[in-house]
């Protein structure tokens, strides 16, 4: 129980996932989006889990994807064509061009997979992005019901909801300790990274409460990015010399910053404006403020140096980095892109460039 079995889930997300669905004996659902809520899959009796993981190898899925796709993508193709994991759902949201073209590749290569795909707004902010967001996400429900023959259980989704919003409130107060120096960046993002594919039950159960492991000494920094690979890649910044004491990713503070309002009448319109308010967007939303909001939490935070965690082939991340890089500039902060591929850690070429920001700082 508590950090050890968290940080073992972390490193090891397949293992733990393949063990969840035969201990409960449902319906395996897999999100591939942070904006996919894992608390409807829940309501339709399913075990939901984010995917995460990136593996160094995936030979069927570059049979059948094109050369210039994230390898976050490539490996979640690769464990469902491999039948690695006994997956019965997919559920893809609107965002990047790689991922909105998941589902036509699975009907060809997987059609007994069950696959549902929630049509976001691209544009967040306003009434109609949340009105969309409401039509996306009934549509949504309604494809999802068609494709695993299962209703849509209102109690049971009011359950999940409240259950995954304490997860996410849990998550968001390791985040907010980096900052503090209550917290260290190993324990929040192996909490981060357990959340995406244990029950939330036992989540809660095994998280500790109590901040615990304050942080050590370290150039404070901020780390963005929309997928952290592994919990390798933490422990390696940190070993380099780095402290992270804000996060912007999708697998951390990103999508823990989500909330319901947990007592609207209708839920699923709550939940689905949730999605367009998110207050920490991803890249692939257009919120014309994002570069500075992130500057500004960078320089809340104490940061003096900024590393953006990019997927190779992430265009959404590509188009942002500029604009970020300068919105952290303009309040004293440098940054430095490091692009992951086919890897869980760091290049030795990018352990060097961590060290050479490093010895750069005033
Ligand atoms: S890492 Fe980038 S390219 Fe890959 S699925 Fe996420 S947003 Fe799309």
């Keep these: 129980m508590g950090w050890e079995r968290l940080l073992e889930v972390a490193r ?20 591939m989006s942070s904006y996919v809520p894992l608390e409807v899959l829940d309501a339709f009796g399913c075990s939901a889990v984010r995917w995460g993981p990136v593996c160094e190898d995936f030979p069927r899925a570059d049979g059948v994807m094109q050369a210039y796709a994230c390898s976050f993508i490539r490996s979640a193709l690769e464990m469902l064509l491999s039948r690695n994991l006994p997956a019965r759902l997919v559920a893809t949201a609107s965002g990047c061009d790689v991922i909105t073209a998941v589902p036509g590749m699975l009907s060809v290569a997987r059609p007994d997979l069950a696959t549902a795909h929630l049509r976001l707004p691209i544009r967040v902010d306003g009434a109609p992005a949340r009105q969309q967001a409401v039509r996306a996400l009934v549509a949504f429900c309604e494809e999802v ?12 989704l009011d359950q ?15 985040f907010a300790g980096l900052a503090s120096g209550t917290f260290s960046a190993v324990p ?10 244990m029950a939330p039950e036992e989540w809660l159960a ?12 370290g150039v404070p920094v ?26 912007d990713t999708n697998t951390a503070a990103r999508e823990a910053s989500r909330r319901v309002h947990l007592e609207a009448s209708d839920l699923v319109e709550a939940i689905a404006v949730s999605l367009a308010d998110r207050p920490w967007h991803s890249p692939e939303r257009l919120v014309p403020d994002r570069p500075a909001a992130v500057a500004a939490r960078a320089r809340e935070a104490g940061a003096r140096a900024a590393i953006l965690l990019h997927q190779k082939f992430c265009d959404p991340c590509a188009f942002e980095a500029p604009g970020l890089a300068a919105a952290l500039r303009e309040v004293g902060i440098p940054s430095l892109v490091l692009e992951l591929d086919r890897q869980r850690g760091l290049t030795g070429g990018q352990r060097t460039r961590v060290q050479t920001l490093l010895e750069s700082l005033p």
């Design 12 to 31: 090891d997300p397949v293992a733990n996932i393949r063990a969840r669905v035969e201990r409960e004996g449902r319906p395996l659902a897999i999100a």
């Design 145 to 156: 019901r068609e494709r695993l023959g299962a209703p849509l259980d209102l109690n049971r």
């Design 160 to 174: 999940a909801a409240r259950i995954r919003q304490e997860v996410r409130s849990r998550i968001a107060a390791c």
């Design 188 to 197: 929040a993002y192996g909490a981060a990274l357990a959340a995406q594919s």
């Design 206 to 217: 095994a998280f500790p409460g109590a901040s615990a492991l304050p942080s050590g000494d």
């Design 222 to 247: 901020l780390l963005s990015g929309e997928t952290v690979p592994s919990l390798e890649v933490i422990e390696e910044l940190q070993s380099l010399g780095l402290r992270i004491v804000a996060d």
